[in-house]
C-alpha cells in the first residue's frame, strides 16, 4: 500500500489508526493488544483485520501518516517562502510556526517514534526514517540558500538545522497549550533568539570592561 492509498483509508479504519494512536501513547506498543483496540473502536477482534492485517501494520500506518503530516507542512511553508522579498525573521517564523502547529497536532507521535519504531522490521522503519532525513535535508537546503544569499552569516549548518528542529520538538515535553504563551510567540521567540541573539543590545563584554 503506497502512501496515497494509507490517505484514502476507509472511515472505520481511520478511527482504528485514531484509537491504536492513543492506546499506543498510553500503554506503549508492545503492551498494547488488537482486542484493546477492536474494544475502544467498537468492532470485533475479526473485523479489524478487514482493514489491517497486524499491529505491527498499525503502527506503521500511524507512523507513515505523521510522518508525511509535518513533511507536507514543511514543505508548503518553504516553497511559499523561498522567493519572498520579506526580512529572514518573517520567513523563518513563517516556516517554522508552519511546521511547529503540524508537528503538535500529532505530538503523541513523538513518544510513539522515540519508543515503538524499533518494533518495526528494517524496511518499514527505514521508509519512517528516511521521511525525518528529508524532512532535515529541505530545511538545511532552504538555510543554506539564506547564507549563499548573504542574508545569513555562514555558520554550521548542521548545528543551526538540528538545534532549530530540537526547538520544536522539546515543545512535546514542556508546552502546555492552557498556560499563557500561544504556538505563535513560541515561535516568535525562538526566531528572535535564532536571529537577534541574547546579549542585550550595547551591552559590554567581559573582555572590554577587563
Known amino acids: 500500500m503506497d502512501t496515497k492509498e494509507y490517505d484514502d483509508l476507509h472511515e472505520t479504519a481511520q478511527i482504528i489508526l485514531r484509537e491504536a494512536h492513543e492506546l499506543f501513547y498510553e500503554k506503549g506498543y508492545e503492551k498494547a493488544s488488537m482486542r484493546e483496540i477492536a474494544e475502544r473502536v467498537g468492532i470485533s477482534k475479526a473485523a479489524m483485520y478487514h482493514h489491517f492485517t497486524n499491529k505491527e501494520e498499525i503502527l ?17 511553508a518553504i516553497r511559499r517562502n523561498e522567493d519572498l522579498h520579506v526580512p529572514v525573521r518573517e520567513q523563518l517564523t513563517d516556516i517554522l510556526l508552519e511546521y511547529t502547529s503540524s508537528y503538535l497536532k500529532n505530538k503523541n507521535f513523538n513518544k510513539i517514534l522515540l519508543h515503538d519504531i524499533e518494533s518495526l522490521p528494517e524496511d518499514k522503519k527505514r521508509v519512517i526514517l528516511d521521511i525525518e532525513k528529508a524532512n532535515v535535508t529541505q530545511l538545511r537546503t532552504f538555510l543554506h540558500n ?7 552569516r555562514d555558520c554550521n549548518l548542521t548545528v543551526l538545522t538540528f538545534s532549530l528542529f530540537s526547538a520544536v520538538h522539546w515543545l512535546y515535553f514542556w508546552y502546555r497549550p492552557e498556560k499563557e504563551l500561544s504556538v505563535k510567540e513560541i515561535v516568535e521567540n525562538i526566531v528572535d533568539i535564532y536571529t537577534n541573539g541574547i546579549k542585550a543590545e550595547g551591552a559590554v563584554s ?3 570592561r577587563h
Not at 60 to 76: E, K, M
Not at 146 to 152: E, F, P, T
Open 60 to 76: 506503521f500506518t500511524i507512523c507513515l501518516q505523521a510522518g508525511n503530516l509535518v513533511y507536507d507542512s514543511l514543505q508548503q
Open 146 to 152: 539564506l547564507i549563499i544569499q548573504g542574508r545569513l
Open 206 to 208: 567581559y573582555e572590554t
